[in-house]
């Protein structure tokens, strides 16, 4: 019989932060902080690192982690909430965690206490499932209105930042004849007439009913990454470029040319729920 090599272990990392790290059979491997429930690393069974994490992340309660995959909920970007929402520098629960051959899984949680009802006046819990595959890593983020008579709205985004060799020899794709809003240009809105977005300076889109199927392509190290969403409608494309970075006290020298952050989310149109009502959108982020 085959022995079976997945690993299920909770362990003590930096700023002596609480972390799953979760090990595939194949030797694929991920971490999540319970900082944000954030994805910090994930493997593939070559050892090859996925995911960006920036050498000057801040692991404190109450900061986000520059890099991994951060959650933005229940407000993506600037507005009433800090920017991005409060989900991903909260410390979540480890709610459970699972292994079958194949799949090794965790289901993390966040739900309203008497602090979070004073910046957002509701009742509500988020789950975060983190399930490893052989070949690839799924997250899926599912929201529940418990309020009993209140409807809330939200806006959520799975923030992956994915290592790359190059920034200059990346594109991400496909985006043709896509209603796009252009930050860096004041928000304005624009289509697309590129089916690639190829970087020479700060980037940061939110591109409008994107595809399911986002590839992002860097030629100078020859990875390909494909990213398979289910439910978000959106995806975010940013690169902070130099002065933007430089401005980052969380990201070390240099360290923006290796990362485009490629983030599937649900930020032109609202979701609306009303009590009782769930919603669930997730990613699936392979290596090809
Ligand atoms: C992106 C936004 O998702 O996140 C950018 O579109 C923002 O505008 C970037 O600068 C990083 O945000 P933060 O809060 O993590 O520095």
């Given at each position: 019989?085959?022995?079976n090599?997945?690993?299920i272990?909770?362990?003590?990392?930096?700023?002596d932060?609480?972390y799953?790290?979760?090990?595939n059979?194949?030797?694929?491997?991920?971490?999540i902080?319970?900082?944000?429930?954030?994805?910090?690393?994930?493997k593939?069974?070559?050892?090859?690192d996925?995911?960006?994490q920036?050498?000057?992340?801040?692991?404190?309660?109450?900061?986000?982690?520059?890099?991994?995959?951060?959650?933005?909920?229940?407000q993506?970007?600037?507005g009433?909430?800090?920017?991005?929402?409060?989900?991903?520098?909260?410390?979540?629960?480890?709610k459970?965690?699972?292994?079958t051959?194949?799949?090794?899984?965790?289901?993390?949680?966040?739900?309203d206490?008497?602090?979070?009802?004073?910046?957002?006046?509701?009742r509500?819990?988020?789950?975060?499932?983190?399930?490893?595959?052989p070949?690839?890593?799924?997250?899926?983020?599912?929201?529940?209105?418990?309020?009993?008579?209140?409807t809330?709205?939200?806006?959520?985004?799975?923030?992956?930042?994915?290592?790359?060799?190059s920034?200059h020899?990346?594109?991400?794709s496909?985006?043709k004849?896509?209603?796009f809003i252009?930050?860096?240009?004041g928000?304005k809105?624009?289509?697309?007439?590129?089916?690639?977005v190829?970087?020479?300076?700060?980037?940061?889109r939110i591109?409008?009913?994107?595809?399911?199927?986002i590839?992002?392509?860097?030629?100078?190290?020859?990875?390909?990454?494909q990213?398979?969403?289910?439910?978000f409608?959106?995806?975010?494309?940013?690169n902070?470029?130099?002065i933007?970075?430089?401005?980052?006290?969380d990201?070390?020298?240099?360290e923006?040319?290796?990362?485009v952050?490629?983030?599937?989310?649900?930020i032109g149109?609202?979701v609306?729920?009303k009590p009782g009502?769930?919603?669930?959108?997730?990613?699936?982020?392979s290596?090809?």
């Open positions: 019989m085959t022995q090599k997945n690993s272990r909770i362990l003590t990392g930096e700023g932060l609480q799953v790290q979760l090990t059979n194949n030797g694929a491997s991920v971490q902080y319970l900082l944000g429930a954030t994805v910090t690393s994930y593939t069974e070559k050892g090859e996925v995911i960006f920036s050498s000057k992340a801040i692991f404190k309660d109450g900061k986000a982690i520059r890099g991994g995959i951060p959650i933005c909920f229940p993506f970007g600037p009433t909430l800090p920017q991005h929402g409060f989900a991903r520098n909260r410390l979540w629960q480890l459970s965690t699972s292994a051959f194949n799949v090794v899984q965790a289901i993390f949680t966040l739900k206490d008497e602090e979070l009802r004073k910046l957002w006046n509701n509500f819990e988020v789950e975060y499932l983190v399930s490893l595959h070949k690839s890593l799924i997250t899926e983020l599912s929201v529940i209105n418990k309020n009993s008579s209140e809330f709205t939200f806006t959520a985004c799975l923030h992956t930042y994915f290592r790359i060799g920034i020899q990346t594109q991400v496909p985006f004849g896509l209603q252009d930050k860096v240009q928000g809105q624009f289509t697309s007439e590129e089916n690639e190829t970087f020479k300076g700060e980037t940061d591109y409008l009913k994107a595809s399911p199927s590839k992002i392509e860097d030629k100078s190290a020859n990875i390909q990454y990213i398979e969403t289910k439910g409608t959106d995806c975010v494309v940013w902070p470029w130099e933007k970075a430089k401005e980052t006290v990201l070390g020298l240099d923006w040319k290796n990362f952050c490629a983030e599937a989310g649900t149109t609202p609306l729920l009502e769930s919603w669930k959108s997730s990613q699936t982020i290596k090809l």
